[in-house]
């Protein structure tokens, strides 16, 4: 298995510049989340999926869009980049278990500057 | 709404002595208590987790946690740091009902040799 799985590794952008951050889990696992990781802000969730189809808002949104493409996949966007998307962005997923208390699994994480 | 707070932001230890990481929490129904490693340039690991079972909760690499209601702590522990211990860590709550994590802002810990 190879757990949860993020592309690209790293990305630069211009200010302005759109792009999608795609990750994929091979654990059959029902939700999914979508986390930003600033310097002495710890992980702040911006999206997370419950179930295929359905999408909800986490602590930080603005600026970013997200698709549950499949019960494997889960996308972010960012339809228009801004320096202070600058990041490491991390996916997750769960849910196999009792909800509350089942294990994250997260993905190596991509590197994002916007410039 | 829940929330974490981990005191101090960088720890330094030496090779061999304890090693001792602060979380409190504070939730206003039964938390459940994570504690996470991520390792340089790596996604993050689950170490353990209380479930509402024993408040001693043992995990991977020799940690172990105790949950405290009385002081709203859940700290973590180690008996003799290894220079593998090296990373940095983070406590999360989550509640019945709601697996949405909230993070704590994170704790670097330093091995000395």
């Known amino acids: 298995n190879a757990g949860v799985t993020q592309t690209p590794k790293f990305q630069v952008l211009k200010t302005g510049q759109s792009m999608t951050l795609q990750c994929a889990q091979d654990m059959n696992h029902n939700s999914m989340y979508w986390y930003r990781q600033d310097p002495g802000m710890g992980l702040r969730l911006i999206y997370y999926?419950?179930?295929?189809?359905?999408?909800d808002k986490g602590e930080v949104p603005n600026g970013y869009n997200v698709s549950r493409l499949n019960k494997r996949e889960f996308s972010l966007r960012l339809e228009s980049a801004a320096p202070s998307q600058t990041s490491v962005y991390f996916c997750?997923?769960?849910?196999?278990?009792?909800?509350?208390?089942?294990?994250?699994?997260f993905g190596p994480g991509t590197r994002l500057t916007v410039l | 709404a829940q929330s974490v707070t981990q005191l101090g932001s960088h720890v330094s230890v030496s090779e061999g002595a304890l090693v001792l990481l602060r979380c409190n929490y504070s939730?206003?129904?039964?938390?459940?208590l994570f504690w996470y490693v991520q390792y340089p340039n790596q996604g993050l690991q689950l170490l353990l987790k209380?479930?509402?079972?024993?408040?001693l909760v043992k995990g991977i690499n020799g940690f172990e946690a105790e949950f405290k209601k009385s002081e709203t702590s859940f700290h973590l522990t180690k008996p003799s740091a290894h220079m593998s211990d090296a990373a940095e860590y983070f406590c999360?709550?989550?509640?019945?009902?709601?697996?949405?994590?909230?993070f704590g802002t994170g704790t670097r810990l330093t091995i000395i040799p």
């Open positions: 999360a709550v989550s509640v019945f009902g709601n697996e949405k994590l909230t």
């Open positions: 997750a997923s769960s849910g196999l278990g009792s909800g509350s208390t089942d294990t994250q699994y």
């Open positions: 939730s206003s129904v039964p938390p459940y």
């Open positions: 209380y479930t509402s079972a024993a408040t």
């Open positions: 999926s419950a179930s295929e189809g359905t999408t």
